[in-house]
């Protein structure tokens, strides 16, 4: 047939018309007629990482800013290991990623050949789903397929291994429209689904005296509408709110219905509030033990409605009062109707008492830290941070540490989608390459990964990309040249054994941007701070600021493992009880 | 109840035997996907069954025998469902009525001396003889797994056997409508 094109062409085709702009990726023998064909066309804009981890990342970076799906194209065998990491990642978080890889000819399948692996086998666990395409004339169907399961539902990385051979073969392209997926492969809630869950939910928060609503990620997945509806209900109900990591951004930082974070870092008055509550209301969260704490302690007297689209995470560890299955913004769309039309209301007296005793909770000030000194509180840097860069359209990702959770406390965000962090897997080594992503998706926003000094080393070779595409990237450096939140574990439950957590011979930081063509800073006391900050965002180009920080600071508040939401830890002086403590070591 | 990091509150049920008939996609890797789904989780498999069934819409069936409380196994069906070829999972258990079935193949070594018995005794449990070009005495039994258990029970008492079953597989027996 004259119609035919190669598979390398349908590739590129599907992802057309898929509406990709940008692939992250990085070449290979197994993927060269891939990369012939990207070569000869110019609506598709690939970025060269330098680690295929880094394309991962920076393809979740992509989608968790902009709401689209994130594309990696690598090669066999370690382009493929290389990207499980990311893969992992993106499944915890949700994130929808499709992921193609390279394959030996399916000849030499199973024959040991040079750079050939498992793939779909290595990976079967750490995807929603993955294919290795054996015919060429079904490679278009599987792209689609493979977008639609990505987005639908929960999202998630989609995983597409093409051995060489069929990147060569040709065969026929298929449209996106003329493509019909069973409907068992996907998730596909009736219009009408769960209609007296939905009512029950509803009058059981129009009766609560002391309600909490605790909103997750899947809020942000739902749609920036979704974000919308969910504030807009909890006005109208008048009550509390708090967020998870992944959460942040749903409802704004100055929202006055807002307790801010909540969990093992979170806020004293949030986690009070949960352990108290007669009614809570999960929108899109799971139950994750960062969040719960002692499970056998966790809000002993309420009443728990639980809205997700994925039905496993239903009583998975908390078992709840009200499961509704569907997608935030349809369930949250169809309260605010039911609220309306039966012209619910909260009684005021007992909302009054109950807003009284958090506003008591919240007098504890449990952010509060000593700031004395000529040196840099990490607490302080980021507060600075915010204050100078809070009227600029902002994104902030971060790696896994202390600085991790001070940016979550002491940055502020008013939107969704604007705050990107490893929340699930909690991968060192995701902030940057996930900026670089971000900054891919949105060239004129400020984009500011605020990093450890131990997590920046993970992916450091990717300033050679921020570079190359003249991404003006920020890395915040907390340098506290210690592995913060491993020391911090080792001073609670470790005799204080720093067992292997100095970060020792740690590059000159601002040597190292210069060697990469970039922008060196470094503030060393409070005095230098605010003009590194304001140098920092007025360079075009890419900055590494060093921020030398007090080394051995504390991460508070804290629920040590093992512990409930009341027994938060405010400072060191205050001890976990013996018994709980020597439960919680175990855990992690 | 669960498989969080902290301690199970407290034991909500107790521990029984599950049969899960799953209906997938018949596409390469999809047992592995099954298989995987219960070793990464931690969870059991007694037994594990699979065959295409319908071959024109390419479905098969895979039987599942697992045991846990009755919140482990709701997880376990719920995860199952995560699966994108997954079709369905059904719960024989909860279902309420089920007909189940296994097969094993029982090698038998004969001799003068318990020949007599062997022949009885096969003959009680119906197990049939299978004929093959070396005339080895290789008997076939079909039935509910108990009825299978107590057979091997009492030819091990005569005479040493070798066993090959195919753990059961099980099918709902609620009335059900043509058209479904
Ligand atoms: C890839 C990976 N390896 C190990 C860990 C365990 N870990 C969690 S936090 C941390 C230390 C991070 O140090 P740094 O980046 O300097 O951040 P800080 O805590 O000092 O702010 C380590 C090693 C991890 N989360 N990810
Ligand atoms: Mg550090």
Redesign the interface.
């Known amino acids: 047939m004259n119609n035919e094109i190669t598979g390398a062409e349908i590739v590129l085709k599907s992802l057309a018309e898929q509406g990709v702009e940008v692939v992250f990726g990085y070449p290979g023998g197994a993927v060269l007629p891939i990369y012939d064909t990207l070569f000869k066309q110019n609506s598709i804009k690939h970025v060269l990482v330098r680690q295929e981890g880094g394309a991962i990342h920076a393809a979740e970076g992509y989608a968790r800013s902009t709401g689209k799906t994130g594309v990696v194209l690598v090669t066999s065998g370690p382009g493929a290991t290389n990207v499980v990491t990311g893969l992992t990642d993106a499944m915890m978080d949700s994130v929808p990623i499709v992921c193609i890889t390279g394959q030996v000819p399916q000849h030499l399948i199973g024959s040991d050949a040079f750079q050939e692996c498992d793939t ?2 290595i990976t ?2 750490c995807t ?3 294919y ?1 395409v054996k015919d060429v004339n079904k490679l278009s169907s599987v792209f689609h397929e493979a977008f639609t ?1 990505a987005q639908n539902g929960r999202p998630g990385p989609v995983l597409i291994d093409i051995p060489k051979d069929v990147q060569f073969a040709s065969g026929t392209y298929e449209e996106k429209n003329k493509i019909i997926i ?1 409907s ?2 996907l998730f596909e809630p009736s219009p009408d689904f769960e209609k007296n869950k939905i009512e029950e939910a509803v009058e059981l928060i129009s009766k609560a005296k002391k309600p909490i609503f605790y909103i997750g990620g899947g809020c942000i997945n739902s749609g920036p509408t979704a974000s919308k509806l969910v504030r807009e209900f909890i006005n109208m109900v008048g009550s509390p709110v708090t967020m998870t990591l992944m959460g942040l951004g749903v409802i704004g930082s100055s929202d006055k219905n807002s307790l801010g974070m909540l969990g093992m870092h979170g806020m004293y008055e949030a986690n009070m509030a949960m352990h108290e509550c007669d009614v809570m209301i999960n929108i899109g969260a799971r139950f994750d ?1 960062r969040v ?5 302690a966790f809000s002993p007297n309420s009443k728990k409605i639980h809205i997700d689209i ?3 995470n ?6 709840v009062d009200v499961p509704i299955i569907g997608d935030v913004k349809q369930v949250v769309e169809k309260m605010i109707s039911i609220w309306k039309d039966k012209k619910y209301k909260i009684d005021n007296d007992s909302l009054k008492l109950w807003w009284d005793k958090i506003n008591k909770w919240k007098e504890v000030d449990c952010l509060n830290y000593n700031n004395e000194g000529k040196q840099i509180k990490p607490q302080y840097a980021v507060q600075r941070l915010y204050e100078l860069t809070k009227n600029t359209k902002t994104f902030v990702t971060t790696e896994v540490g202390q600085h991790q959770m001070w940016a979550a406390q002491f940055y502020k965000f008013e939107e969704p989608n604007r705050w990107l962090t490893s929340g699930g897997l909690g991968t060192m080594g995701y902030g940057f390459p996930a900026a670089i992503g971000a900054q891919i998706g949105h060239p004129d926003a400020l984009v500011v990964d605020i990093a450890g000094d131990a997590s920046i080393l993970m992916n450091i070779q990717e300033m050679s990309t921020a570079v190359q595409y003249r991404l003006p990237v920020k890395i915040f450096i907390l340098n506290n040249e210690y592995m913060g939140m491993v020391r911090q574990w080792q001073e609670l439950l470790h005799g204080g054994r720093y067992s292997e957590s100095y970060t020792d011979s740690l590059p000159d930081f601002v040597k190292l941007a210069e060697s990469y063509k970039a922008v060196g800073l470094r503030a060393k006391t409070t005095d230098e701070l605010d003009d590194v900050i304001t140098e920092m965002i007025e360079t075009k180009n890419t900055v590494i600021a060093d921020i030398w920080v007090t080394k051995e600071e504390n991460c508070f508040p804290m629920i040590q ?2 512990s409930a939401h009341n027994e938060m830890m405010l400072s060191k002086d205050q001890k976990q009880d013996k018994k709980s403590a020597e ?1 919680g070591k175990i ?2 | 109840m669960n498989k969080s990091v902290y301690a199970t509150p407290d034991q909500v049920s107790e521990t029984k035997r599950h049969i899960l008939t799953v209906l997938v996609d018949n596409e390469p890797g999809v047992l592995a996907r099954v298989i995987g789904m219960f070793s990464g989780r931690g969870y059991n498999i007694d037994s594990l069954n699979v065959a295409e069934v319908s071959n024109d819409e390419n479905i098969s069936r895979i039987t599942i025998v697992t045991h846990g409380t009755s919140e482990v196994v709701s997880q376990i069906e719920k995860q199952l469902l995560r699966i994108v070829p997954v079709h369905s999972v059904t719960n024989l258990d909860q279902e309420g009525s089920s007909v189940e079935a296994e097969v094993a193949l029982v090698y038998i070594y004969i001799s003068d001396t318990n020949k007599k018995k062997v022949y009885q005794l096969c003959d009680l449990y119906r197990a049939r003889k299978i004929e093959n070009e070396h005339n080895t005495t290789i008997f076939e039994i079909a039935g509910a797994s108990e009825r299978v258990n107590r057979f091997i029970k009492e030819i091990n008492e005569i005479t040493k056997v070798e066993i090959v079953r195919s753990g059961p597989v099980a099918i709902s027996s609620i009335q059900k409508n043509e058209e479904e």
């Open positions: 779909t086998g079967r666990p929603k789903h993955n290795l399961i069973p068992h492969r033990d719960t704490g002692r499970l056998d994925d039905e496993s239903i009583n998975k560890t908390i078992n493992s093992g439960k855990l992690v």
